[in-house]
């Protein structure tokens, strides 16, 4: 008599293997894909809401100083006049008597907001500094300032106000870039009258 021994292959054969190695593969070279790509968001996400939180500290601090000041003047290359200047068509610098009484200055500098306090006759004893970071370039800065002209010696029954509009973007490569405008409106506190 004859024995017939049954051999029970259990396993998987090279085939199955390689099948099932590729689709692993695949589906780990997709996710990965995937995983980098919200890394890289993130950290452009974090990238911007600093830069956001540098310049809203940067204007609230100029629209503080010009709400509170008097004597608007545009266009300081120009030089400061005895009396306020309006510029309707924009300039891009401002001069502003804070509620102190020195004269502050801003404008664009390098790509940075630059202000300048105690300057007599140009640069003669200013203190400038800049008031963002240098992980943000401004492309462009312009002031709009209407009501702050006075004709004839008196009031023009406007009360003065400025239109600030910044416009620059945020990252180094130009791939991870945002770009931004920012605009804010600020009216003179004390009344023209006074």
């Known amino acids: 008599m004859i024995k017939t021994i049954r051999k029970n292959n259990k396993g998987f054969t090279l085939v199955e293997l390689m099948v099932s190695l590729s689709v692993f593969i695949t589906v780990m070279v997709i996710s990965t894909g995937s995983i980098l790509s919200v890394i890289d968001a993130n950290r452009k996400s974090q990238s911007l809401r600093s830069v956001m939180d540098n310049l809203n500290y940067t204007l609230e601090s100029m629209t503080r100083n010009i709400r509170f000041g008097t004597a608007y003047h545009c266009d300081i290359t120009q030089g400061i006049s005895s ?105 003179q506190r004390m009344f023209d009258s006074q």
Do not use: H, W
């Not at 200047?85 to 390098?110: E, F, K, Q």
């Not at 709009?144 to 002209?149: C, I, L, M, T």
């Open 83 to 187: 009396s306020p200047l309006d510029c309707s068509g924009g300039a891009s610098s401002m001069a502003v008597t804070s509620s102190a009484g020195t004269l502050v200055t801003y404008r664009l500098d390098n790509g940075r907001i630059a202000r300048a306090t105690n300057c007599v006759g140009g640069t003669v004893g200013c203190t400038e500094y800049y008031m963002t970071g240098s992980d943000v370039t401004i492309t462009a800065m312009n002031f709009f300032v209407s009501g702050s002209a006075t004709y004839g010696g008196g009031s023009n029954l406007y009360q003065p106000r400025a239109i600030i509009v910044i416009s620059g973007y945020v990252g180094s490569k130009q791939t991870s870039r945002s770009t931004f405008t920012i605009e804010t409106t600020v009216s």
